[in-house]
């Protein structure tokens, strides 16, 4: 068996409004794992485990461990990012000498098999390249990210609930109206072109989605009113992380107290950043 290894992978925040199942965007909240014996304030993971279950279909071998401060089931990405380590530890394996460049060769193999297993790929996109990414007919576009940007606050509201995946997407409709469809590929369209260009003012209504949040916001008590007052607080744009419960708003970091303040009491809240890098080869660190 190969010598241990080591991976940081970021959260992700998926849809990013109109974006739905195509954007996804990488946070500094970062989930570790590696191979061998576990360190301190790290679990090995069992064979159930969706980290475990992406590493044996990349052909890993040994035994997994895994630390991470992105909370299950709130819509930052965990199961997806957990995927991405447990898979990046397996293609890492396949060269000890050059465990970060055997990830970046198999980077196409790592984004084809944990889209497979999450479903869809723009979690995971995210969690591979980092940044902002555009998933498309099995490609991660990465976009390019600014200064401006690249200095904001993504502020989670994170309420005390949890939502399922599968129980999100049930509630959508099957029938979409042609003026709601062209509303929101505008709506993409200008979210795209905002973070391309560095423009945070061309963020502002670029989250307005009429394809999945007007089924998906009621579910979540206090998530539209989030929206609504961190964007009164002086956020561009806030939406529904992924298919919830947690809401994203992205601000310039000068606002980013004040539109943590205006949130509801009903969840609490993580100042983060878009992630500058995506999956990492790291020595594990102590606890």
Same mark, same amino acid.
């Given at each position: ?42 679990r090995s993971v ?28 709130r819509g930052l ?14 293609? +890492? ?5 050059? &465990? =970060?460049? /055997?990830? %970046?060769?198999?980077?196409?193999? @790592?984004?084809? $098999? #944990? ?22 007919a099995g490609r +991660? ?5 600014? &200064? =401006?940007? /690249?200095? %904001?606050?993504?502020?989670?509201? @994170?309420?005390? $609930? #949890? ?125």
């Amino acid at each position: 068996m190969s010598g241990a290894v080591a991976v940081t992978v970021p959260a992700s925040s998926a849809n990013l409004g109109a974006g739905f199942d195509v954007l996804g965007m990488g946070l500094d909240l970062r989930l570790e794992a590696g191979t061998g014996a576990a360190p301190d304030g790290a679990r090995s993971v069992d064979v159930h485990h969706p980290a475990a279950i992406a590493f044996d279909a990349l052909g890993g071998s040994g035994t997994i461990w895994l630390r991470s401060p992105i909370p299950m089931g709130r819509g930052l990405g965990f199961s997806g990012a957990a995927r991405v380590a447990g898979a990046s530890l397996a293609a +890492a394996q396949r060269s000890p000498e050059d &465990p =970060q460049g /055997a990830i %970046a060769a198999a980077r196409d193999e @790592i984004l084809a $098999v #944990t889209s497979a297993l999450e479903g869809h790929g723009d979690n995971v996109a995210a969690s591979v390249c980092g940044g902002v990414v555009a998933w498309v007919a099995g490609r +991660a576009l990465e976009l390019r990210v600014g &200064p =401006q940007l /690249a200095s %904001a606050s993504v502020i989670a509201w @994170i309420p005390d $609930v #949890t939502t399922a995946t599968d129980r999100s997407r049930a509630e959508l409709g099957t029938d979409v109206a042609r003026t709601d469809v062209v509303h929101s590929l505008g709506r993409l369209a200008q979210f795209v072109v905002a973070v391309e260009h560095d423009d945070p003012a061309l963020l502002v209504g670029a989250t307005d989605d009429r394809l999945h949040q007007p089924s998906r916001l009621p579910l979540v008590p206090g998530a539209a009113a989030a929206i609504h007052a961190g964007v009164a607080a002086g956020a561009w744009c806030g939406w529904l992380s992924g298919s919830g419960p947690t809401v994203a708003l992205l601000c310039p970091s000068r606002s980013a107290a004040s539109v943590v303040a205006a949130l509801p009491s009903g969840g609490r809240s993580k100042v983060l950043h878009i992630a500058d890098r995506g999956v990492e080869v790291t020595a594990p660190r102590p606890h």
